[in-house]
């Protein structure tokens, strides 16, 4: 039976150290804010704004959401945007995506000082990451870094396969595991024979957006495999891009959906909403 790696557990210790750093920010007066940029009145997106501001509350961060109609023109954004990264108030924000149509959205998330990119999705953010320079990183991507070695598991030296390559996950993630010395190879789309690929893989991590589609045939006996998916279920719940009853038995460890990589991406952002405003801390 493969070991669980527990996300809600690991996302739970991770909180209350920023909680910890928070308070002793405060207690040198330095602020702790994280702001959200929403757009529009997509239900999915006002509920996940609501779940981090709820999260900012929990460790003792200060939030405050820009709501804006659909209708916003790209250079209001761009201004707000600016005006962010002026305010030595706010120590970090995002823009919750998706945005409407017609608006930009690497344009804005291009304007956002990297000091105060808390998603880590800007391409000064990607670019830093890659070169080897400090970032703020992209929130599931160093979920599911924390949530290995957080659980134990070793990853240097060790072949990694990641299924995906979007700028939000596997791209990412890939240069997250070369700098923790991991053998990484990349499937994507058009890989050919990818079960015989991915079952290469001692760590397979899996960010395909496919309702269930790894199998056994996909894993080697004993891999470590970590679940990046998240698809409602019908009649209620959430499933993963794995075919959890299926794999469980041939990995030594695996991520559950819901309860692995989900809570590590709320508690990373939390994370880096504390290192931007450490950060403030040490220039001033
Ligand atoms: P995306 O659609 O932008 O990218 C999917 C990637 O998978 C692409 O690079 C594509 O080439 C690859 N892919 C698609 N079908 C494939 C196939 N059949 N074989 C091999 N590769 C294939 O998705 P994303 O934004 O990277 O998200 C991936 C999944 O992770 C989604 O289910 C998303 O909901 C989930 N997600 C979860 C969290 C979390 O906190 N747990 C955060 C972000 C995304």
Same mark, same amino acid.
Request: cysteine-free.
């Given at each position: 039976m493969a070991g669980i790696l527990d996300g809600k557990a690991v996302a739970a210790t991770i909180r209350a150290e920023v909680a910890e750093g928070v308070a002793e920010l405060r207690e040198r007066g330095i602020p702790v804010r994280l702001d959200v940029v929403l757009v529009g009145d997509d239900p999915a997106s006002a509920t996940y704004v609501r779940m981090k501001q709820r999260d900012c509350a929990e460790v003792g961060i200060e939030s405050k959401a820009h709501r804006l109609l659909a209708s916003t023109p790209q250079g209001e954004l761009a201004t707000l945007v600016e005006g962010l990264n002026a305010e030595a108030a706010v120590s970090g924000f995002f823009i919750q995506l998706? *945005?409407?149509?017609? *608006? $930009?959205p690497l344009a804005l998330i291009s304007a956002i000082d990297p000091a105060k990119d %808390? $998603? &880590?999705?800007s391409p000064l953010s990607a670019g830093r990451l890659a070169v080897g320079l400090p970032s703020l990183l992209p929130c599931t991507p160093h979920g599911v870094v924390q949530l290995l070695r957080r659980s134990g598991v070793e990853i240097e030296g060790r072949e990694a396969v990641v299924i995906g390559r979007s700028n939000l996950v596997g791209k990412p993630l890939v240069q997250l595991l070369l700098r923790e010395n991991a053998t990484v190879t990349v499937c994507h789309s058009?890989?050919?024979d990818l079960p015989g690929v991915a079952s290469r893989a001692e760590l397979l991590i899996v960010?395909?957006?496919?309702? !269930?589609? %790894? &199998?056994? !045939?996909y894993v080697r006996e004993g891999a470590v495999v970590v679940d990046v998916g998240i698809h409602a279920r019908e009649g209620g719940g959430l499933v993963g891009d794995v075919r959890f009853d299926e794999v469980e038995p041939r990995a030594s460890y695996i991520s559950p %959906?819901? &309860? &692995? %990589?989900g809570p590590m991406t709320r508690a990373m952002l939390l994370y880096n909403t504390l290192q931007a405003a450490r950060a403030v801390g040490e220039v001033g």
């Open positions: 998706p *945005l409407p149509g017609g *608006l $930009d %808390v $998603d &880590g999705l058009r890989t050919k960010a395909a957006g496919r309702r !269930e589609f %790894v &199998g056994a !045939e %959906v819901p &309860g &692995g %990589v």
